[in-house]
Structure formats: C-alpha cells, structure tokens
C-alpha cells in the first residue's frame, strides 16, 4: 500500500472516530441480530418462566418471524408471537402451559427490513426441585 492510501485510510478512520459514527459492514448493511432474550442463553431458571422475549437490534418482521422452543422430546406450547408495544425491537410469545423441568433449546428465525433471513438458537434449563 502505498504512502499516500495509508494517509487516505487514516483519514476516514480519524474522520469517522471525530463524527462518533461505527463504519458499516463492507456490503453497507446494517443486519438485524439477537441482543439479548429472557430467559437468557444458558441461564438456569428455578421457576418456570411465563415467556420468551427476543431483543433485537433492529426491528425484526413480525410477519415472517417463528419461535420454538422445545426441550428436545416435544415443543412447548407457545401462544401468537406479539411485538413489544413499547419497543419495536421486542417480539415475545407467552407460554401456554408452564414448561416442566429440563433443558430447553430456543429457534428463532426472522428477517429486518432489508430482507435479510437471520436465525438462531440458545438454550435454557429449568431446575424448580420438584
């Protein structure tokens, strides 16, 4: 590379540290991914819980997205996945029945607003004693 790139690239590097601004990806897209969720990844709960919630960092379509959870035998049941109405970033679903004992994987898929599927998993365990 020679002398004068470098100064170029260190430039628009300075350039965006000065403005606060994250360069994007290469492609120029900012993708949608899962920030966090309740139950959290590997977290074990000592009562079950009453639903899952899935924070995204955009908002993800309501229309293409699916959640199942499933202790690897059955899949718990599930009420309608609802958006957040504070949060447009939020989609959660209530469980129907509590969910007994044991570990529970969570498979997500969705899509932003760009079009772009996105899914994945994390699981959960349940340990109330009984």
Do not use: C
């Amino acid at each position: 590379m020679t002398k004068s790139r470098v100064l170029v690239a260190v430039a628009v590097m300075l350039s965006f540290a000065a403005l606060g601004a994250q360069p994007t990806p290469a492609d120029g897209v900012v993708h949608l991914k899962l920030d966090k969720s309740t139950p959290e990844a590997d977290q074990v709960l000592t009562a079950a819980p009453d639903r899952v919630v899935l924070d995204f960092s955009l908002a993800p379509e309501l229309a293409v997205s699916r959640v199942v959870v499933s202790n690897g035998e059955t899949d718990a049941k599930l009420g309608e996945l609802k958006r957040s109405e504070d949060d447009e970033t939020i989609l959660w679903a209530g469980f129907e029945e509590p969910v007994a004992d044991g570990m529970y994987t969570v498979n997500w898929t969705t899509s932003s607003g760009d079009g772009h599927p996105v899914r994945g998993e994390f699981s959960f365990t349940v340990s109330t004693g009984r």
